[in-house]
């Protein structure tokens, strides 16, 4: 046992600590995660960086089967394994869907789902593709970027704030870099660990209430609007009234890091496999399927945290009550026993069963239809524009075992003459 690894019941191999963010910087996860599968699906992981051990699922049907028992595997201490209750952190989450099990969940899902429909995001197109298309106005007479700063970033975050109503000024760049504090807040070159997240968590919440509080008196043709009419008539009550001052932060942290993660990971995607960008060209109908399959290939998020509710033998361990696990959603998108050849990058895949989005069950992602969207609009017009456009060297990632962040990425392209 060494000091990154104390194994209790069913040890995972020495080199693989999941707990360890160290081990996230070099790790070999292709490998090292196919070999879990194959030999060790429910293992025991423990490591300062990540307080408390807890339990990793690692294969795609039983992290969709936990995902679905809620009532055994519970959100109520959050989505995150590296946070115990005693740390008294906060999270964008803290309070949100995401942080609620059903019966009361299901409520408020109810509540929020009629707005992501995919016709409900649909009138969203418009505003998406003009976005896109300035910032790839910004970059195409320059032959080359950072990709990720100048339009992969800016993309969902500008999505998300013109839904949601937040004014196009200066508070847009402010909340960038909370955001980027709270989810990669692991990170010492972006946020200031479990403190510094929490912090930047708050002070998005804050951001959110005030945002409410104008809004209850001035509606407007936006999404907190919306639903403060609609809980006006429905009758609210405290917890509907928290959950519409959160939902700007639930969304902020929800939705940015993971869609600029998918088209990051896309486009790189898509430079090392030249034959998925010749399809997508000449077969425009294929755009659904390569949303996904970018989502899939991606893995924004790396895992899901679940606490569990009571003693339970799970594929015949024996956890305990108030544990924490671990769903590898990266994993899951990569197990064969779900998924054909999983190490190919197929814009065709169809069906694509796809764990990014969750295992399945009541938190499974309410902004699907979103991110496929911005996914498609951007690929469209980023094509268009660029159609040469790859990545040069390897990108840098984001130290977190959460978020599977690329910060930095370069790229060329013949600049538009
Ligand atoms: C490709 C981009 C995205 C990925 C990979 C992603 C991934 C996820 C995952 C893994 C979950 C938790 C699922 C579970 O535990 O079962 C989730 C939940 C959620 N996502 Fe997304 N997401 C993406 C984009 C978005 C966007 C654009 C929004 C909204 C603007 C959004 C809003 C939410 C919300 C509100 C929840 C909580 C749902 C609940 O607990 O009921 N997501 N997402």
């Known amino acids: 046992v060494t000091q990154d690894l104390i194994a209790v019941d069913t040890p995972a191999p020495e080199h693989i600590n999941l707990a360890s963010l160290d081990y996230w910087a070099s790790a070999t996860l292709e490998s090292d995660f196919a070999l879990l599968r194959a030999d060790h699906p429910v293992t025991w992981h423990e490591h300062p960086d990540s307080g408390r051990g807890f339990w990793s699922v690692v294969r795609h049907q039983d992290i969709a089967e936990i995902a679905n028992d809620p009532a055994t595997f519970s959100n109520r201490d959050g989505a995150r394994i590296n946070h115990d209750p005693e740390m008294n952190v906060v999270r964008p989450a803290t309070g949100t869907l995401l942080e609620l099990d059903p019966p009361q969940h299901t ?11 995919p016709r409900a995001v649909a009138r969203f197109e418009d505003a998406i593709r003009a976005r896109v298309v300035s910032l790839i106005d910004g970059v195409a007479d320059k032959g080359r970027c950072e990709f990720v700063h100048d339009v992969a970033a800016p993309l969902p975050l500008h999505v998300i704030c013109d839904i949601v109503g937040v004014p196009d000024d200066e508070t847009r760049a402010w909340i960038f870099e909370m955001a980027d504090r709270t989810v990669a ?26 945002l409410a509080a104008e809004r209850a008196t001035d509606l407007k043709d936006d999404l907190l609007s919306a639903l403060l009419a609609m809980q006006g008539q429905e009758g609210g009550d405290a917890l509907a009234d928290r959950q519409i001052k959160d939902l700007f932060a639930l969304l902020v942290a929800a939705g940015n890091e993971t869609t600029r993660n998918s088209v990051s990971h896309g486009l790189r995607a898509f430079t090392l496999f030249p034959e998925a960008r010749e399809q997508l060209l000449t077969r425009p109908e294929l755009r659904w399927t390569m949303a996904d399959e970018v989502v899939r290939w991606a ?20 956890m305990k009550a108030g544990q924490k696990l671990a769903l590898w959603n990266f994993s899951g998108n990569r197990d064969d026993r779900a998924i054909d050849d999983p190490e190919r990058f197929d814009i065709t895949r169809d069906p694509n069963r796809l764990q990014s989005f969750g295992g399945g069950g009541p938190h499974f992602c309410l902004g699907t239809n979103l991110a496929r969207l911005e996914i498609v609009v951007l690929f469209e017009e980023l094509f268009k524009a660029l159609p040469d456009i790859r990545v040069v060297g390897e990108p840098t990632s984001v130290r977190s075992n959460l978020i599977r962040g690329i910060r930095e990425m370069q790229v060329e392209f013949s600049p538009r003459g």
């Open 107 to 117: 409520r408020y899902r109810k509540l929020f789902s009629k707005k992501f429909t």
């Open 299 to 318: 893995t924004p998020v790396l895992h899901m945290r679940r606490t569990i509710t009571r003693d339970v033998v799970f594929r015949g361990v024996e």
């Open 185 to 210: 807040e692991n990170d010492p070159e972006i946020g200031g660990g479990a403190e510094g997240g929490s912090e930047a968590a708050l002070a998005l919440k804050e951001y959110g209430e005030r």
